[in-house]
């Protein structure tokens, strides 16, 4: 690549000599294929992570190019830099404070005026950047020609066109960012110019501001932002500086509050002019393949059908693929281990060998079973993700999700709850509005699960003979209104019905690309059985250990002196102490509650248990008990994952309470209900 | 769905913009020009880095009256609550 009006120079001897790792950052507007190149870049060799007190992912790795050693951060995809949620926050903060020496920007050649807007935004910026144009075959494909050169000269900076998805390109982004890095390249960006009348505002305000701007920010861009009405800043300065001066600042900003349209327009005209000199071939009127699919995958009706079938495949994916997958775990894998340890440890203390074999291994191996079923829905969300169409899907989804003050996205990851819980929490990344995030996290635990569903299928028939079917869709319609409710009431009480704007972009399709799957299903694997792993192996060997101490025995242990003490509440909903014994140690794993109960009715792996049970107890205790268990305190996993996502203990316990509270609540209607109805 | 139902919030439109109409007056296939971006800076400072500026061109890709709309700004295909596609101000351009 020819660089027409940059100087390159040979390297300096003294680099040679000098070993420094040179740090990169990777910035970009979402769907620009950052992941892509990302993982081109680092394979293997990267961490996942979060931003430091933030929910959202750092994903950070190395890899060498010329005997140099990199270390390249991406950044999260932003549209803009005016702080508009966490992500424009960590992007600017990061550039400003690490000061990287190079940011790559990639921007999409398909959609290259909107993509430029970043550009834009970072050039003003005092670091080295690289454009890398992407998709280039895209927007070929649209009718779209780009001249890079022309694009470079225009802006200043080197661009250098790719495709990521088929490795073109690469190569010569990595020569070139290591050409800026090594201060061979030098360059003279061109950013834009700010409207004339607007400056004069913008200089009023800088020599305001001065010996007030923190270091390392400079002050023009503080006092663009500021005109920008970016809420950050303007909070930071304000208790950075004198009451008056602040006045002063005050005074010209709200005599100029158009100035935040004012600015972007003129970012825009600043665009209009790369892109009128660069772009040969404007986009011509046809109608493009993403278009046509839209024609159905967005229609009210249509886009339904078609959301209904891929979930549809996605569940028959899970229970053809992954649950025989996770009982082959479960009776080989951890049966196997849990005998193994049993045999090794046979001369030991039995405390020991339960420990081992029932608290560690059975906790763990609880997890691990979960693992078939998360990697499934991962790689579903994954690829939906991927292809595009996880904004349609939201799309048709929008209006249904209203109701509850959140909208479309969160639709997805509520509806893979069915399956598990674990994968909705988790799944609930994608909204990118954090109290609809939050929101959809706290009401998750409500979807029931496949292992709660399994419970009401081991009780229901025994219990309700030919009405077992109704009374199992029942409870899915009770713990759905539940949500439908639970969701209304937070979102009136807890965000006084404030509901974040709903403005989406909607990719353009294109084929799934199986490395960034696979790094995206591995990740989140990884990184789940980390961080929930830890938590969950000691939930279980607290929980094993209040169910055998003092005696041995679950019915004389102290989770049954537990489960008796909280008999009183239990009465209220019918339930004995044997019941809410059953419920507490659901908290391992749902399918917990038939186990307990199977121990302490001394009726080992369910034989007739379920009969048993329905000659203990009358109907209206199993509904109560079943719309309890419905609507429990999720499972320990659920709650790893909910501490994990929400980064707070504070909403994990309210979320606890929170459902212990409803589904008491649920309970003793139901009970009281049942009776009236003469269900005994 | 009780949103769907909601008159358009009522924007006050300055003399300059007559015959301004909200975004969401467009049929599919209309194209208008922005005039003027109505609602707060929060939704403000959202839009206008996806291209919602004065003197953008709009195509309507998707509007079947109610619930979200498509629009395509910039050559990007955006979806719009109704709410927020109520407070932007467009001249209709014809063809």
């Given amino acids: ?680 | 769905m009780m949103t769907d139902f909601k008159r358009p919030s009522t924007v006050a439109i300055s003399p300059a913009h007559v015959g301004a109409i909200p975004l969401s007056a467009l049929t599919a296939g209309e194209h208008g020009i922005v005039v003027e971006l109505a609602g707060g800076e929060g939704l403000q400072s959202r839009m206008v880095p996806l291209g919602f500026t004065p003197g953008a061109d709009i195509l309507v890709l998707q509007n079947f009256g109610r619930g979200p709309l498509i629009a395509r700004v910039r050559s990007a295909r955006i979806a719009l609550g109704r709410g927020e596609a109520n407070k932007i101000l467009v001249r209709k351009e014809l063809g």
């Fill in chain 1, 1 to 680: 690549m020819k660089h027409p009006h940059i100087v390159q120079h040979p390297p300096p001897v003294e680099w040679i000599a000098k070993e420094r790792v040179i740090l990169v950052a990777l910035a970009g507007q979402p769907n620009v294929g950052k992941s892509t190149l990302f993982n081109l870049f680092t394979g293997l060799n990267q961490h996942v992570g979060n931003w430091p007190g933030k929910t959202v992912e750092r994903k950070e790795g190395t890899f060498t190019f010329n005997g140099t050693t990199y270390r390249l951060v991406d950044l999260p995809g932003t549209y803009s830099l005016t702080a508009n949620s966490a992500e424009e926050v960590i992007a600017r903060e990061f550039i400003i404070r690490e000061h990287p020496d190079v940011v790559i920007v990639l921007v999409d050649a398909a959609i290259l005026e909107r993509s430029l807007y970043l550009v834009a935004e970072l050039i003003s910026l005092p670091v080295p950047l690289v454009v890398g144009l992407n998709m280039i075959d895209v927007a070929r494909q649209e009718g779209v020609e780009i001249e890079p050169e022309v694009l470079e000269a225009a802006l200043g900076v080197p661009v250098v066109p790719m495709v990521a998805t088929k490795n073109i390109g690469v190569q010569d982004m990595l020569r070139v960012v290591d050409q800026v890095a090594q201060e061979r390249l030098h360059c003279t960006p061109k950013p834009p110019q700010i409207r004339a009348d607007h400056q004069q505002v913008l200089d009023q305000i800088v020599a305001l501001i001065d010996g007030h701007v923190p270091a390392p920010y400079p002050n023009e861009w503080i006092a663009l932002k500021l005109l920008e009405g970016d809420r950050e800043i303007t909070r930071a300065m304000q208790q950075g500086m004198p009451e008056e001066r602040w006045e002063a600042v005050y005074d010209v900003l709200r005599a100029h509050d158009d100035a935040l349209v004012a600015v972007a327009s003129g970012r825009y005209e600043w665009i209009g002019r790369m892109v009128r000199a660069a772009v040969t071939h404007p986009r011509a009127g046809q109608i493009s393949m993403t278009e046509r699919l839209d024609r159905w995958a967005t229609h009210p009706f249509w886009g339904l059908l078609i959301l209904a079938g891929i979930l549809g495949l996605a569940f028959w994916l899970t229970y053809t693929v992954g649950s025989p997958l996770q009982d082959l775990l479960d009776t080989h894998v951890v049966g196997g281990l849990a005998a193994w340890a049993r045999t090794a440890l046979a001369g030991g203390p039995p405390w020991l060998v339960g420990l081992v074999a029932d608290g560690v291994i059975g906790g763990v191996g609880a997890m691990l079973t979960f693992l078939p079923i998360l990697v499934i829905f991962f790689a579903v969300m994954a690829v939906l993700e991927d292809v595009g169409y996880m904004a349609r899907a939201a799309y048709v989804m929008d209006g249904f999700m209203h109701l509850m003050g959140l909208h479309g996205k969160s639709f997805l990851p509520l509806f893979l709850g069915f399956g598990c819980n674990v994968p909705a929490v988790l799944g609930a990344r994608v909204i990118d509005s954090p109290r609809a995030r939050l929101l959809t996290i706290l009401l998750a635990p409500l979807i029931p699960c496949t292992a709660r569903l399994s419970i009401i299928a081991f009780l229901a028939p025994a219990f309700f003979g030919a009405a077992a079917p109704f009374v199992s869709w029942g409870m899915v319609i009770l713990a759905l209104s539940v949500l439908a409710i639970s969701g209304i009431l937070i979102n009136r009480i807890a965000f006084r019905g404030q509901r974040a704007a709903f403005i989406m972009e909607l990719p353009l399709y294109h084929l799934p690309n199986g490395r960034t799957i696979g790094m995206l299903v591995w990740q989140r694997s990884i990184s789940f059985v980390k961080k929930a792993g830890t938590l969950i192996l000691v939930v279980s060997v607290v929980v094993w250990v209040f169910s055998t101490l003092p005696g041995g025995s679950v019915e004389d242990s102290y989770l049954a002196t537990v489960g008796r003490w909280l008999e009183p509440l239990g009465q209220l909903m019918g339930l004995d102490w044997r019941l809410m014994v059953a419920l507490l140690a659901s908290f391992i794993a749902k399918e917990n509650a038939i186990a307990t109960l199977g121990v302490i009715f001394g009726t080992e792996n369910g034989t007739g248990l379920a009969e048993t049970l329905a000659a203990t107890f009358p109907p209206s205790t199993a509904l109560a008990f079943l719309a309890v268990q419905m609507l429990f305190i999720p499972c320990a996993a659920t709650v790893a994952a909910i501490r994990q996502e929400t980064n707070s203990w504070r909403w994990t316990f309210f979320s606890l309470a929170f459902l212990f509270v409803v589904s008491l609540l649920a309970g003793m209607a139901v009970y009281h209900l049942a009776q009236l109805g003469g269900l005994g």
